[in-house]
């Protein structure tokens, strides 16, 4: 599966924004998917995860309640919707697929990559 990553951009402390990814192929649904990001200087941390019919979620702790995943399994995209964004949200961000992880797993291993969007948060 291929992976675009899109929807990145500079915006201030407190606004919101979305971030889409859109997959190629006929499968999407068979792949459970999220979102990782890497600040400068920093490992690449996950962000959130998206189980393959979208009932399921998982998200790294801090971001739980800012962020929100979903997926539209027709237009084989997913979406993090990325709200009260801080400067320290400012990373690129890359989707991800993995056919066999769980939602709770993918932080841990990923089989494929997309491209990175730059978000970048000014205070």
């Excluded at 997926?71 to 997913?78: G, L």
Aim: charged share 15%.
């Amino acid at each position: 599966v291929q992976l675009q990553a899109s929807g990145g951009g500079l915006v201030q402390a407190g606004d919101s924004l979305t971030l889409s990814c859109a997959a190629s192929g006929r499968t999407f649904s068979s792949y459970t998917m999220g979102w990782f990001r890497q600040a400068p200087g920093k490992e690449r941390e996950f962000v959130a995860a998206i189980s393959k019919s979208g009932k399921s979620t998982h998200y790294r702790t801090p971001l739980e309640g800012r962020f929100t995943l979903s997926r539209d399994n027709a237009k084989n995209t997913v979406y993090l919707q990325m709200n009260s964004l801080k400067p320290e949200d400012t990373a690129v961000y890359y989707c991800a697929a993995d056919p066999f992880k769980v939602v709770t797993t993918l932080q841990y291993g990923v089989e494929y990559w997309g491209t990175g969007t730059q978000v970048t948060v000014s205070s």
